[in-house]
């Protein structure tokens, strides 16, 4: 069973509808990140809290709001989304190691439709 | 040019014999690290090894080995023994030291098919 844990498994929404996707962790990593993925395509990085701050953002559309309300957490609000918007989100959270050998641990995805 | 290329998008095999998988990457980098990760279709991505520039010995995690040529630039996965649970899709990873010290650059990855 995968320790990032993120709710709901499935969402489907209208264009002018405002969600949010949730992501919790407990192993005490400082690290967190959001990916999008469509099928059968490598994870897009969208954004990277280190320490809780945003360290990465990959010019990913305003319509995209992460926040990280504290170490554990991370939510991606979601506010007037295209149909090309629909994929798989993926949170992951990882040790904030010197050096390359930081593993991400990933959840099992929010699986996005927007209508 | 595409930094982790895997040029397998599709691979069969028989239950109970071994797979390569394969990957090529490009850097100018002298100090990277490289990954392997398995996403089954409950969507969820699992690391499976990792394997520094710098390390001398191959990386193993039980039935995964990972062959690494650094001369030629490629980091292939062999799975040993395969099994039912291992049909997947398996992607190659690298983080570099002048990339952004959080992001990996994943491959296109291989779509893993164990047949009984």
């Known amino acids: 069973d995968t320790e990032v844990t993120q709710t709901p498994k499935h969402l489907v929404m209208g264009m002018t509808n405002k969600k949010s996707l949730k992501c919790e962790q407990h192993m005490g990593h400082r690290a967190m990140y959001w990916y999008k993925q469509k099928a059968k395509k490598p994870p897009e990085l969208m954004f990277v809290?280190?320490?809780?701050?945003?360290?990465i953002n990959e010019s990913v559309p305003s319509r995209f709001s992460p926040e990280c309300p504290n170490s554990s957490l991370l939510n991606l609000h979601l506010h007037a989304l295209q149909p090309e918007d629909s994929a798989l989100y993926l949170c992951a959270s990882s040790q904030v190691e010197i050096g390359f050998n930081e593993k991400l641990f990933f959840g099992s995805g929010t699986q996005l439709s927007v209508l | 040019a595409q930094k982790i290329t895997q040029t397998q998008p599709g691979m069969f095999v028989q239950e109970k014999e071994a797979v390569t998988l394969d990957c090529t990457y490009d850097?100018?980098?002298?100090?990277?690290?490289l990954f392997w990760y398995k996403q089954p279709s409950s969507g969820e991505m699992i690391f499976l090894i990792y394997?520094?520039?710098?390390?001398?010995q191959n990386a193993t995690e039980g039935r995964y080995s990972l062959n690494f040529q650094k001369a030629r630039k490629s980091a292939n996965l062999v799975i040993s023994a395969s099994q039912l649970g291992d049909s997947a899709m398996y992607f190659c990873a690298m983080r570099e030291l002048s990339g952004s010290a959080r992001q990996l650059t994943f491959g296109s990855g291989t779509q893993l098919t164990v047949l009984p």
């Open positions: 394997q520094g520039s710098y390390d001398e």
């Open positions: 809290y280190s320490y809780e701050k945003l360290s």
């Open positions: 850097t100018s980098d002298q100090s990277y690290g």
